[in-house]
């Protein structure tokens, strides 16, 4: 799956000096790229039933509802406060200075659904771990999570221990 890289534009010192970006713009902008992810999302989960996809804000949102659509599921958003217009449950999580918070509809998610959560990037894993916490609040189950790009050398896998977690590019 590495041959995804080649369509992931690096943007050094973005969104500050020292921090090297990965751009999927332009993954998404070819369409061959795009059909390839989606598809090795889709081939990767198919296995499993899943009743939910959720996307994060706001990356999260360009992925998971196609991921959703193909596999016959719904698509949950998960937003940041204030977003959502209806009943919400929240999870805050830390960040390296700080912290921050999600939120999801209350009645997004039944008991029992068998969820996969669906972004673009995961770094330190604070943002899946906080969407998880949300999915289990609302007693669904986490089956999976599925991202294009792991950093690995932020270790997410230790802060998402024993959850499935599946990338198709490593950094």
């Given amino acids: 799956m590495e041959d995804l890289k080649t369509y992931i534009r690096e943007v050094p ?17 070819d369409p061959k790229a795009l059909r390839m992810t989606v598809d090795r999302f889709v081939w990767l989960f198919a296995g499993q039933t899943i009743d939910k996809v959720i996307g994060m804000e706001s990356r999260g949102f360009i992925l998971a509802p196609i991921v959703a659509y193909n596999l016959n599921a719904g698509f949950v958003p998960v937003r940041k406060p204030g977003k959502l217009p209806a009943d919400t449950e929240s999870s805050s999580y830390a960040l390296e200075y700080g912290s921050d918070t999600l939120e999801i509809h209350a009645d997004a998610i039944k008991p029992g659904e068998k969820v996969l959560i669906i972004d673009d990037l995961v770094a330190t894993g604070g943002t899946a771990e906080a969407t998880a916490a949300l999915v289990e ?31 198709l590019i490593q950094y």
């Fill in 137 to 167: 609040k609302l007693g669904g189950t986490v089956v999976s999570m599925g991202f294009l790009v792991e950093l690995t050398f932020l270790e997410p896998r230790k802060r998402l221990a024993g959850r499935n977690l599946v990338s």
């Fill in 13 to 29: 010192d973005f969104p500050k000096p020292g921090i090297l970006f990965y751009d999927i713009t332009t993954l998404l902008a």
